[in-house]
């Protein structure tokens, strides 16, 4: 009887797959990644929370920094489509960024990647840095746009609008702060949200007195 060609080891069944695989471990990585530092995650950590082996794993990264690398770069990708869609909803701009306060605030995560390399730098080569940065720069540029296009539309005053994006990320930063006792600035994500945006929009609002 004729042999079946094999597969190469580590590789998945086809059958097997609801969603890729290499979705499914980016995703657990990813939340590994944000809970712990680079170097508390290990190969079968991801493996285990994607519910593969570890082989499976290695098939579709050789390295735990290549894995790192693309994960951190999805993230942002997906956190920019998330953010994007919210702000280009045909409401007031103000709304739109209660909206995206929010859901940034609820999912308790940092857009601030430089925490992310000097995590893992040590690790990180040249073009692994580089390509994390470029993801998160494509992020921020996607927001200047909403920006720009409010300028224009008369809805906030001239202002910079990368500067703007970045102070407007700081603020949501500041708003998931945690002294070392545990302790909060806010109740809840609402409240912050809420703040946050009060704040910033009196920095960025057409003075009409």
Do not use: C
Not at 17 to 24: A, D, G, M, S, V
Not at 161 to 170: L, M
């Amino acid at each position: 009887m004729k042999e079946k060609p094999s597969r190469p080891l580590g590789r998945p069944k086809s059958t097997q797959q609801k969603q890729p695989t290499n979705e499914l471990i980016l995703q657990a990585a990813s939340t590994l990644f944000m809970e712990n530092s680079f170097a508390d995650v290990s190969m079968d950590d991801v493996a285990s929370a994607s519910n593969v082996t570890k082989a499976t794993v290695y098939y579709y990264y050789k390295t735990k920094s290549a894995l790192y690398t693309d994960a951190m770069v999805k993230l942002m990708y997906r956190v920019r489509k998330q953010i994007i869609d919210l702000l280009r909803q045909p409401i007031e701009l103000k709304t739109k960024l209660q909206q995206v306060a929010e859901v940034y605030l609820q999912i308790a995560v940092h857009l601030d990647m430089d925490f992310f390399i000097q995590n893992a730098k040590s690790m990180l080569d040249h073009d692994q840095i580089k390509a994390i940065h470029t993801a998160e720069d494509y992020m921020y540029e996607g927001m200047e746009e909403i920006f720009e296009e409010a300028i224009a539309n008369g809805e906030i005053r001239q202002v910079n609008p990368a500067f703007t994006v970045h102070s407007y990320i700081s603020l949501l930063n500041a708003g998931n702060y945690q002294n070392a006792n545990g302790d909060t600035l806010f109740t809840n994500s609402q409240e912050a949200a809420k703040e946050i945006v009060d704040f910033f929009w009196r920095s960025v609002m057409i003075d009409k007195s």
